[in-house]
């Protein structure tokens, strides 16, 4: 089996580089605040997950092609502290690069190819990116723009969305099985919630049962119960949950990288009431229509304009506005995103679907004066000649939700 890592830089060799030409990308920490997350483009061109490695693909003379893999050098003593480094061989061996460097010689290695180069792509936006915050890889391309002042420096940004905004195989099922997680994780909450807890112990059961089953949480998870529902991006919070509350999730496995993205939307007692139901069975036709609506070639932009139709068309059926305008009262979020290695996946906003691109639904309502924020989303391939709803087994239909709630 041809290593899968293997056949992506080999896309961006064959299809992306002349002769030459360098592509180099800098993995680091994630930086921010955020979870410790690994580069995800060194990720997905290497499969290695340690911090700080260099991706090196070069067009030599002649149109030769090249790979150099740049890792952290061995070190007994940090790796007391830190953990075991992979190494040379074990790199080899995960990415199928013959020829792996360590760190110690990064500024050599990379000299002696970018002296033979004319340009070189890189993963920064532009000069006034690279000046703002100071970081590893933000001054490491600085050097090399002092450097090698030869060089004509591209950004290798488009490159990669062009290659993650379509799915192989293996990284369909990958994030298939992240789904599969989430569900499970789901339904045990479901099966589990009470009155009177609170929100943080309800995200934290809902957590465990996902890392209980090998998983990481792909985005802080979002449990939000009655009126905290309206605001989008919930903080933790310890509302103690009652009975007439909705509870919205908002919440993804990730899976050996790739994530799940899903939101549901359920009722605490178990039982929708009946204005409840009107307000979520608007937000569940949208979600069907939705994705029904996607095909090659629309843009995001497109469904999320078929979807709002949808959404003003059954907030006039409830009287809730009578102006399409007013529909902004509501609904103040994009219908949705790439989904892949990062929840938020690289992606062109305004591009035209492809096939094989995964993408989330999701489209809610918030409604802060009776305290009910809804949200459906659900995860879709783009596949040849029919859209694939990955989550379509995650209940979202209110019986099937009350079902499971009163086993
Ligand atoms: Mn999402």
């Known amino acids: 089996m041809a290593n899968k890592f293997k056949k992506r830089r080999d896309k961006i060799l064959n299809k992306y580089l002349k002769e030459k030409e360098a592509f180099l990308i800098i993995g680091e920490k994630n930086l921010g605040g955020k979870p410790f997350k690994i580069n995800s ?54 990415s199928g690069i013959d020829k792996v460097e360590y760190l110690k010689n990064r500024d050599n290695v990379i000299a002696g190819v ?35 002042p030869h060089l004509d420096v591209k950004n290798s940004t488009e490159i990669m969305k062009k290659l993650r905004t379509v799915k192989d195989d293996s990284e369909v099922k990958l994030i298939k099985k992240a789904i599969e997680i989430t569900k499970e994780a789901l339904y045990y909450t479901w099966e589990n919630i009470e009155p009177g807890m609170r929100e ?39 509302r103690k949950l009652k009975k007439n509350d909705l509870l919205l999730f908002d919440v993804g496995a990730r899976w050996k990288g790739y994530s799940a993205d899903i939101s549901r939307t359920v009722p605490v007692s178990g039982k929708f009431s009946k ?73 062109f906003k305004s591009e035209q679907l492809k ?34 709803n990955l989550s379509e087994n995650i209940a979202k239909e209110t019986d099937e939700i009350e079902s499971i709630m009163n086993k």
């Open 41 to 94: 483009n060194i990720l997905y061109l290497t499969g290695i997950k340690e911090e700080n490695n260099i991706l090196l693909l070069f067009k030599g003379k002649g149109g030769k092609k090249k790979e150099i893999l740049i890792i952290q050098n061995k070190n007994p003593d940090r790796e007391k502290w830190e953990g075991i480094r992979l190494g040379k061989e074990k790199a080899k061996e995960i």
């Open 114 to 148: 970018l002296n033979k180069m004319e340009t070189v792509y890189i993963n920064y936006k532009n000069e006034s990116t690279l000046s703002k915050k100071n970081n590893k890889r933000k001054s490491f391309i600085r050097d090399i723009k002092y450097n090698f």
């Open 200 to 238: 943080y112990e309800v995200k934290a059961m809902i957590n465990y049962q996902i890392k209980k089953r090998g998983a990481k949480i792909a985005f802080n998870t979002i449990v939000a119960g009655g009126p905290n529902g309206v605001i989008l991006h919930y903080p933790d919070g310890d």
């Open 275 to 347: 204005s409840q139901k009107e307000i979520y069975e608007i937000v569940l036709k949208t979600n069907k229509q939705s994705i029904k609506n996607v095909e090659v070639g629309k843009t995001l932009k497109d469904i999320a304009n078929e979807a709002k139709e949808i959404l003003k068309k059954g907030l006039k059926s409830l009287d809730l506005i009578d102006k399409d305008e007013e529909l902004k009262k509501y609904y103040y979020h994009s219908i949705g995103h790439h989904l892949g290695l990062d929840t938020h996946d690289l992606s």
């Open 355 to 388: 096939e094989r691109a995964v993408i989330t639904i999701e489209p809610g309502l918030y409604i802060k004066e009776k305290d009910v924020g809804i949200r459906i989303e659900d995860d879709v391939l783009v596949d040849e000649n029919e859209v694939v």
